[in-house]
Each structure stands twice: as C-alpha cells, then as structure tokens.
C-alpha cells in the first residue's frame, strides 16, 4: 500500500512542468482595471461605456506631431479605463520583482481581442484583436531613497462598438523575466449603476457576506451562458436565498447580490408547489439579459449596454413573464442565430408544454410549441407525459425533445423532434427502458440486438453540440448519437451514480457531473471515459499544490460549479481555510496533469538501470512518439482575424517612465485608430522626428500605429477557420514513432543517479519485455479525420511513409463542396461545423511534454464556419472602369470642373462598371468576377446634395425588367442586346464581367429626363446605384450589397424642348434677319429723315438762343406797330441778321 502511495506522489511530481520549481515562476501577470482619472488606484468594475472628451485638449500641445485636430476625420478621444499589469508573486517582493523586471526590459504586451455582437447594428460581422506593448508607469508615493518604490505597466481598454465580451492576452516582450503568458476576461458589466453613494447593482442588492449562504459540502450546479457572446456569467441556486453570484470577468472576481424580485408564491391546483422557497432555481445569462427562475415564476432583467445601443430598453426593475403559465424549468440555448433563445417547460396544469422565448434586439416574444393541428407533444404521443429537458438547434430551427410518458405507473422515454418551420412533431426514438449489457469494448451499438441488465435506463437531459452535430442523452447511462435515432450506449460510465449535469467546450472536450459530486472526462467521438474527481490522482495532484503554498487549494474545500471558456475548464470551489473564513475561489481545472498521470497509473511499470542510473518505465501504448503540424496557411486568411499592432508614444524622461499626459495621448491614438478601423479610413501618418525635444514631452511616432497581414501560423493549427465556396485549407501532419538515441523507452525518466537493489539491468529479461511492448510500426499509425458535415465539406488525406526517419507525413486538405444553400451578409449566419483529426487508438493514450506540463496529442478540433467569411466587402473600382470605359468608347469626355474623386461618364458613352472585392483581413483587393444585377435607386441633378431616394415602385419602373416581353426601362437598358439575357426571379437583367456594358436612356417620365442646363454648359445628373449578387451570384456565399454614386454628363434635352429652344432660336434669327433687311432698304430715307430732323432741331435752338438774347438786351426800346398796333423792341445795336431790302 505505501509503495502505491509512493507511486502516486512520483507520478504526480514527475509530470508537474518544470518551470514550476523555476523561482521566476513563482510570479504571474495580473490586470485589473483603473479608472481614467484614477491611475494606480483601486480596480474598478467594467462599467461605463462613453468615451471621455476631456483629454482632447492635450493634443493641442503636440504642435510637432503628426496630428491634425481640425481633421474631418479627428476623433482623439479617451477611453474610461486603463489596464494596470502587475506581477503576483508568493513567496518574494512583489514590488522589488518588478523593479527588477522593468530594470532589465521586461514590458507587458497586451492582446485585446473583442467578440462580435450577435445582432450587429451595423450589419458588418468582424473579428477584431489589438496588440499594445503597455507603458510604464511610477505610481504616485512616499519614497526614502530609491527613484521607484512602486510601479506597474499600463495600457488603454479599448471599447468597440458593438462588443461587449472581450479578452485579454498578457505575456512577456522577450525581454528580462520570462513570465508565462496569461489571459484575463473582462467584459462590460450592464447591470451597475452610479449612484451619489457609489456605484450599486441596478439588479438587486450587493451582499458583503457569503458565510450565510454557501457551506462545505452544497452540491455544485450548472453555470448557464450563451456561447461566448454573455459579458456577465450568473450563479444561483443558493438554498432559501433569492442571491446570485454575477461576475464579468469569469468568477475571477464576482459580486453576490440579492435579486430585488417580489418573491410571490401563487400556488394553485393548476401550479402546485411542495413548499415555497425563495431560492433561485435556475438562471441564465444573455448577451444583454438575465433570465432567473424562482418556483413557478420567471423574471428577467435587461443591461444597459450602450454599446449595443440598447439604453432605452435597459430594465429599472425585474420583470415578469409567462405570467399564466407554470413553468417548472428554464433550458438555455447556447448557440445565437437570428437573435438569441431561451426554452421553458411547463408543470402542473401546463405540463408538456414547451415555450419558446425569442429575443431580437431586447423584444421577448413567447410562443407554444403546437402543431398545425393546435396538438402539444403530449396530444401528439397520445398519452400523459411531461418534457424533461429540450435542446434548440438554431441552425435547423428544430427543437429536440426528451419526452417522459407514463402510462399505468409505468414510465418510458421517447425522443422526439419539432419543427419550428412547419409545426410537425415527429418521433425519433424509443429510449431503451434498461441499461444494455456491457461488451468489454467500451460502447455497444443499439441497433435491436444487444441484450440487457434490469438496472432500468433513467434519462435525465439532453446535449448537443452543432460543431461536431453529437447528439448525447444523459442521466444514469450516457447514449451517444450523430442524428438523434441511432445511438451508441458508452458502457465505461458505470450506472450506479446518475449525472446531475453535462458540461461541453464545443472544442472536443466532454465533462459531466454526478449526483455523489463526481467529476468524468471524454471527448466527443470517443468511448474512452476517465473520472477525474475524486481519484487518486487528483488527491496526490492537490497535495503538491498545498506543500506549494498555492492560495487556491485547501484542506476543507468543497466544488461549487465547473464551466469551460477559451481558456479551458474551469473550476468554481469554496474553501474554508483553517481560521474558519470561507472563500469562493475560480481556478483552472487540471485536465492536462490528472489525464496522463491516471493513464500511466494504469500501466505496469518497471525499474530500469541505464548506465548506473535509475529509471522508471512504463510500457508505452500509443502508437506514435510525436505530432507535428507543418505547411499551414497564413492564418489570417482563414481566421478572419483582423491584427492591429500599437506601441506607446516616446517619452522624454529619461527613466522611460509615462506619465498622465502621455497616457492620454496613448489612449486617444488608440481611439482614434479604432475610430478609423470602424469608419474604413485607415490612412496613416509615417513620421519620423530628428530629436527628442517634442512638445509635451511626448514624441507620436505614428509608424506605430499599424495592421498586421502576414501573422505567422507558428505551426499550430487555428482556433477556428471560416471557408467560402470551394474554398480549401491545406496542412501537413508529421508523425514520427522514433525513440531515443540510446534505445531506452521514451517515457523513461531518471529518479535518482545511483543504482537501486532490486531492479533490473540492461538486457535483463524485463527489460527485454518492456523494449518489446515500446516497439512501434508505421503500419499501425493511422490519421482520420472526422467532418461534422460532410454533405458540405470533404476531405482528402495524402499518406507518405517516410521509412529511414521512422516517421509519416499526411497531406490534409479540407475543401468546401459549395452545396451550402444559404447565401448571407459578410460574417452572418454561417453554418457552424468542425474538423476533427485523430490517430487510431490514441484518445487519451497519448501525450507530449511542454515546458507548461503535459498535454494530449493525437486528438485535433477545429471549428470550422462555412458561409462568407468576416472581413469581405464590394467596391466599386473606379481605376479599370473608367480604362476600360474609354478603351470601348475610343474616347472619354470629362466634366470641365474635375473632381478626381469622382470622375465624370459622357451620356452617349456606353457605361461598362467593375467591381473589386476587398479583403479587409489580409489587405488584398482582386477583381469580382461574378454575377450581379445593378439597379438605380436615387439621383439628383447638379449638385450631390440634391441626391434623392427614389420609392420603390419607381425603381422598378426606371430599371429594365423581364417579365415575357421585350424590357422595358426608363434610365438605362444592356448596351448590347444581340447578346443572351440572363435576368434573376424578379426579372432584373443579371451582368457579369466585360459583360456588363449599359446604354443611358432617361426616357420621358424618368427624374433625369429633360434636365434644365445650369448655364451655358449641357446638364448633368448623379445616379445613385445599388449593385447585389444576391441569388444571382454562384462563387460565393456573400450576399454583397454596394451603394455607390456616378456622376454622368452632356445629358440630351428631350425632343419638345429641344423643338422649343429650335422656335426661339429661329425667331430671334428672323428678327435679325429682318432688322438687318429693313435696315438697309430704308437706311437712305432714315438718314435723310434724322438729317432734316437734326437741322431742325439745330435750327429750334438757333433761333431759341437769338430770342433769348434780343429779350436780355439793356438798350431796347419799344414802337408800335402801325398795322398789328403792338409794340415791337428796337436795338441801338445792328442787327446780325441782314436786312432784305422791300421790293418795289
């Protein structure tokens, strides 16, 4: 017994990593959030969401940079939250380490990368992640003698629109200590609120103290989210007490809090309850939403989310649901499509009846499950039964069923399947009423003619995963099924203790927990199972970690829930530490030490001597001894990962230290270069300064501001890979089965350096025997690979044995098939799949050592998302088509006034538009060779502000349509129409490539018809265009949509104005014409006219001044006129005029 013991202890310290008895490693990174106005001050909750706008005036002194702020496109904003990075250490100075560190060129590189939302505003599904190298930092404080007391690195948290689930990524720069890298979740918590006293839960009341309500040995329970898109994960089901435990940061920190909820118990004949209890029973996070179960009642509870532009939506108190039903469960639906789910069974009077809670943007909506017939699934089945649990694929719009029927007290199981697009119901099997007989290979196929034991089979839920589309049942026995009719009971998973709840990573990995607190390990495909808890090698693993010293580890502890994330499984545990304080402690599960040390528990092992050494070997039962990945693909290409990579700007202290101002500037680079990202823009500034006398003290080197597209695939295969039609993704595996140099088994590990009594020497026997057991053949090393659809997806594998290396290499290919019939926005609804790669017999045998511990080989997944890829969008290229525009046309006509952005087309110039396709991941743009159709939806003349929405019955007017007859158009038609029309289901002219050449008509009743020159110069008008491969287009699964403006000139004037400005013209020719005959035919009298006229007048004013004279004269005298008798003036004067002498 002790030397078993002793085993133990030596299993477990041999595969403990060896970086764990490094000194150095006895740190590890640590981020906490700091407010913007509070840097080095206590972590804060992830809760404001606004940009800060105060911080802009500082760029006003950075006079020597290359930053404009009167810029269109200048938005150096600020975000509310630093990242404060620090090292944790145990057992040294926390402080005097990091000195240390930064002393020798250690800086924290911090990676941020942001989920997608799952209903995106904007419609433009990305994958995002931002790399900055965090700044240095002397936090403020009382100092004897040394320049830095206290330190820590900081770098800005970035917030992107839409996205309110992030992680953080920290590892070291190469340079100093060597800190194992470490990821951190912090995600935007929407259910806090500022108050004057602080800030508080909008949702509840915060409870300081958890003594009350959690004690060492509560069972555990379930942690229900939806996958990877909730910021906040809940826990709840603490006895007689209305408290969750809610955290954003993956139970790294949490906050217990009191539901302010109004604790009604309606018990009725209708809704009967034992006992009233004010215990949360089940509850489940959203991406913006709280779900809680309390007896029959359901609540829930919107965030305020401004990111998600949901804030006049945003809950001030619980809310009610389904308040006329009784609902005795609430299920989760883990997988989002078109909105998110959430499923709840009926009891009592509504039992058998299945809700379905649809959210789309924060509207609920529930409905019945019910067949066209208004049947439930228990009408349906024709007997009494309830619903035990319901999966929902989203992506069939089916739900799944696990149906418990009674009939004479006697009780059967029946799976059975809804459609939720037709309303049927259907019957997909009969549940076994015993457990089968074990066959002693692990699993037994149910196909009728298996025998069984008298244990009845009792089902208690159902699990689904659509990246592998493995169907599980689970309760006492586990049946495993690929399309939820035939099935394959596990026979490794005994029956005595029934599982209470299944956990899934959707990555491969499989855990469930049973009644008696029982933690067991699979992967999905497999029928290999291991408990992991309790068992020896947990016990023998948690005693090292507490001679350790580790702070998550006690004597008296008891585990409250288990939940996967990107950073594995995770464990939820109260520990009870000797002082009798309690504590609620996250820790990572230790999958990858517990897996091989109860492997290699298993085996029989020997003590081997090789040259005067001790060994310990084991006989080694996988097949190969390594497995590499060789010839991957840029990873971008496939990941959709768009990579922007940040350092912080220069400073001028000659310590490298920032300071506020600095750090400021650093966020509003950061804001503004994610402001660019968002708006497309992303011209960046090259600037390099010729000394260190910057304005500010901070030199902005924007050099540093850039994106990356040539991320190397470091021989790993992705996290994830997205395939467009016919797309292919290309690898190679290299398997070797070579041993050591010296012939000794590879597992073989030294203990101690002086020979031992009683074991064996080289060429014993034993020794013989355990060589024998090691040998290894190509022949028996077999790669498969396993495709969730492979209706969809096909593979191909290349087998090459290379025989004087020991070793094999396959030559993998994963191709699309393009029978995915969908067709979607960029990034949107794609069909959720999985490549799985394994060598024969390998499933938990075998492992590799890392300088981090052990980890399994032999056993890949890969998601894999078949759809249009993130990161793809339709351009117009304006470059080819104005070439080849003036190639055809042999001419090309430009507006007088020239905007180089916007170029000009000539009406009677035949249109031919090419488009590209911009890859925004990998920064490649290649022209769009498939098939679209153009339609013109607005316009405007003269000016592009006059540009205008036509109505949509319009629109089908202006452009040509085919509906039997000849078509019909009133702005343009094919410029070619001796060639074949190919037109979509509502009749639109489909074009393609060189064949997409257009004729300008703006007939008579078209808004560009008759367009009133704008002076002397003809009209011109700008066409609003929408161009759509949408159910047109058979290379791709985008649906592109494209709105662009082209801008046309020498528009013609229809025929009546035309014949009109003819009539005027020609009228005020004749009247030309006609002044110029009347002018010279009448000229002679005219002239001799005006030249008596003018004597005359010369005359008139002679004789007038003469008048005027004689009347003014002082020697007139006056004598009567003998004949008339009146006087008549006399002049002493002679008269000028002469007299004439009277005749005779």
Known sequence: MVSQIIKWYLLAFMLLPTHAWLIVQDCEWNVVLNSHDDLGGEKKVFHKQLPVHSDITMFHNLTDSPIDLTNKNSHYLAFPYYLKINLTCTKQDTKGVIRQAFLNGLNPVVTVTFEEPINNLQQKAEQLQIEMEAAPYRIPGLCDSEEVCHMSWFAPMPIMNGSVVMDILVESNGLGLDIEEKRFFININGYMRNTHTGLKASIGQVVPNLGRMLTLGQPSRPIWSTYE???????GD?????????????????????????????????????KFSSTISDAISLESMLFIRQNQLVYYFIGR??????????????????NNVCVAKLNPVPFPYDGEYILALGGGSNEGEVYVGSIQDTFITFISLLSNKKENVCTFLKTSCRVIWAVYQTEDSCLTLLVQETKSNQSNYSIVSYSTSTSTFKLLYHVPPFVPKDTDQGFVMLVGLEEYTTTPLVPRGLSYSPFSTIFYIWGNVILQSYDAMNYIYLSEFPSQSPIKYFVQSYRGDLVWVTESEEIWFSLEGSSVIRRVYPSQAWRSYST???????????????????????????????????????????????????????????????????????????????????????ELPAPQRFTRMEHYRILPPDVMDEAGFHNNFSLSVYQGLVFQLLWLHTDYNRDYYFYVASNRNSSGGVYVKMSSYTKSYDLMPDNELPEK??????????????LSIATTEDGSPPAAKPLWGKGRPGAVSRGSPILATVERLEEKSLEYVWLTVVLAHPTHVASTLQRQELMNRGSLLYKVTIRDKGHYPRQELSGLNALTSSMTLKIMNSALNCHRYTGTGLQMQGYEVVPIYIGCPPGKRLAFDITRTLRYTAKKNNRYYDCISINPDMPCFFFDDIFYPFFLIQDMVTGESGLFHGNYTLTIIGGGAYKEENIREFAYDKV???????????????????????????????????????????????????????????????????????????????????????????????????????YFYVKITMAILWGILILYILYHALAPKIRALWTRLLQRLEDIVVLRSESMSTFSSPHTSFSLDPETGAESPHSNRRSSVSQVPASD
């Open 229 to 235: 898109k909730a910021p906040v994960r809940v826990l």
């Open 544 to 630: 090292m970690q507490l001679l350790m010293g580790s702070r998550d580890f006690g004597l008296n502890e008891s585990f409250i829930s288990l939940f996967f994330n990107k950073d594995g499984l995770h464990q939820l545990v109260y520990i009870v530490d000797p002082d009798g304080t309690g504590r609620l402690v996250q820790r990572k599960f230790p999958l990858s030490t517990l897996l091989p040390t109860l492997y290699l528990s298993e085996q029989q092992h020997y003590w081997v001597i090789v040259r005067q050494l001790d060994y310990i070997s084991f006989p080694d039962t996988c097949l190969f001894a390594s497995m590499r990945m060789h």
């Open 305 to 322: 989310y401004d990111v998600l532009r949901n804030t006049r939506f945003a809950s001030t108190a619980w809310n009610r649901v389904l």
């Open 956 to 1058: 089908k007017v202006y452009n040509p349509r085919i509906n039997g007859s000849p078509p019909h158009s009133l702005i343009w038609t094919r410029a070619d129409p001796t060639k074949p029309i190919r037109t979509d289901p509502s009749g639109r002219i489909v074009l393609a490539g060189t064949n997409s050449g257009i004729r300008w008509l703006c007939r008579r009743h078209s808004p560009c018809h008759d367009i009133l020159p704008s002076g002397l110069l003809a009209p011109d008008y700008y066409f609003l265009m929408e161009v759509t491969n949408r159910d047109v287009d058979e290379s791709t699964y985008c649906d592109y949509d494209l709105d662009f403006i082209i801008h046309v000139h020498g528009l013609p004037l229809s025929p009546e104005r035309k």
């Open 238 to 274: 603490f006895p007689d007490h209305k408290v969750i435990l809610l955290s954003n940061t993956e139970f790294s920190d949490f906050t217990a809090i009191e539901v302010a909820i109004d604790s009604c118990w309606i018990g009725s004949l209708g809704c009967p309850q034992e």
């Open 721 to 734: 890979i997205y395939l467009d039609k016919y797309n292919e993704y290309s690898f190679s595996v290299f």
